[in-house]
């Protein structure tokens, strides 16, 4: 299975301050069709998880503009422009290229 | 609006099995894939396996071949998660999600927590 490692797993943000979540696969992403799987998750605290971004960088449907997604092969990157009260929750990476899919460790984003 | 409304929480003695139901509305149920997930308590997410609901055709992680089967019933937009020989390490939050065949795009049920205790 690929191991999709995150860093940091904690992250403490002051309001209205960027933030910044690493996503590293232990194998390429790239798919035969040429996408690369890589979705971001975020799940607040007693909610179910809700998808943010998928295939690297395109946000879904109601996902605020702070929130971006970036990176290739097998280095990837969120980020959160201006960090808002609403943000807190633990963050997960997750690849849908090889089988079966897998999600990263999950990195909690609270505030200072 | 697109809903998905799991089954209630469940107390299963070691070695007996679950079946917990995720019930779908406000979209067409054979149109999309079913996702199974499931989270220990504190700890991150797995993935399971997905049903195609239109064909019924499986797939499931390696890990959970042999334990776990998933099924649905098209004439109520119900699909099922049966999981099989539980010990301790299998309690968790079990989560059923749309997608398509190569994403979570369409939502998640709330949780099905499954406490396995003797």
């Known amino acids: 299975d690929v191991v999709m490692t995150q860093s940091p797993l904690s992250l403490p943000v002051t309001l209205g301050q960027p933030a910044s979540i690493s996503c590293r696969s232990s194998q390429s992403l790239v798919y035969v069709d040429g996408n690369i799987y890589l979705d971001w998750f975020q799940q607040r605290p007693g909610q179910s998880p809700r998808r943010l971004i998928y295939k690297v960088s395109n946000r879904d449907s109601g996902v605020p503009d702070r929130f971006s997604g970036s990176g290739s092969g097998t280095d990837f990157t969120l980020k959160i422009s201006r960090v808002e009260a609403e943000d807190v929750g633990v963050y997960y990476c997750m690849e849908g290229t090889n089988w079966p899919w897998t999600f990263g460790q999950g990195t909690r984003v609270e505030i200072k | 609006q697109v809903q998905l409304v799991q089954s209630g929480a469940e107390v299963k003695k070691p070695g007996a099995s679950v079946k917990v139901s995720c019930k779908a509305s406000?979209?067409?149920?054979?149109?999309?894939?079913i996702h199974w997930v499931r989270q220990a308590p504190g700890q991150g997410l797995e993935w399971m396996g997905r049903?195609?609901?239109?064909?019924?055709?499986?797939n499931y992680a390696q890990k959970f071949l042999g334990r776990v089967t998933l099924t649905r019933d098209t004439s109520i937009s119900t699909a099922y998660m049966e999981l099989s020989s539980l010990n301790s390490d299998d309690t968790a939050f079990y989560y059923c999600?749309?997608?398509?065949?190569?994403?979570?795009?369409?939502?998640w049920g709330q949780g099905t927590l499954v406490t396995v205790s003797s």
């Open positions: 049903i195609n609901p239109n064909s019924g055709g499986t």
């Open positions: 406000g979209y067409s149920f054979t149109g999309n894939y």
């Open positions: 999600a749309r997608g398509r065949s190569y994403d979570l795009s369409g939502g």
